[in-house]
């Protein structure tokens, strides 16, 4: 019974996710930064990208708990307890479960 259950808040988990990533605006601001980034590494501090992200998703069940330099982010589901490593390649966006 546990199992099944695991796996429906892993499936809605995965919908909901789906459903924000294809968001056009929520993704034109990720890839803004994306793009910005590149443009000003040498001068600019990671961390405020790592903020602004966390904005993004903050009126969404999703937090970001982390942002790298290829910009490769763990979002959590705040609903469901689901982790999700999401890259934000510049041609696409894999995502997987990771807890």
Do not use: P
């Not at 993704?27 to 990671?46: G, M």
């Amino acid at each position: 019974m546990q199992t099944a259950l695991s796996d429906n808040n892993t499936e809605l988990s995965m919908k909901g996710l789906e459903v924000l990533l294809n968001d056009k605006a929520r993704t034109d601001r990720i890839y803004y930064l994306k793009s910005r980034w590149a443009d000003e590494r040498e001068y600019e501090d990671f961390a405020e990208y790592v903020e602004v992200m966390k904005t993004i998703w903050a009126e969404t069940s999703f937090e970001c708990l982390s942002l790298n330099k290829n910009f490769e982010a763990v979002l959590h589901d705040k609903i469901r307890g689901r982790n999700w490593k999401v890259k934000f390649n510049w041609n696409n966006i894999s995502y997987k479960r990771t807890k």
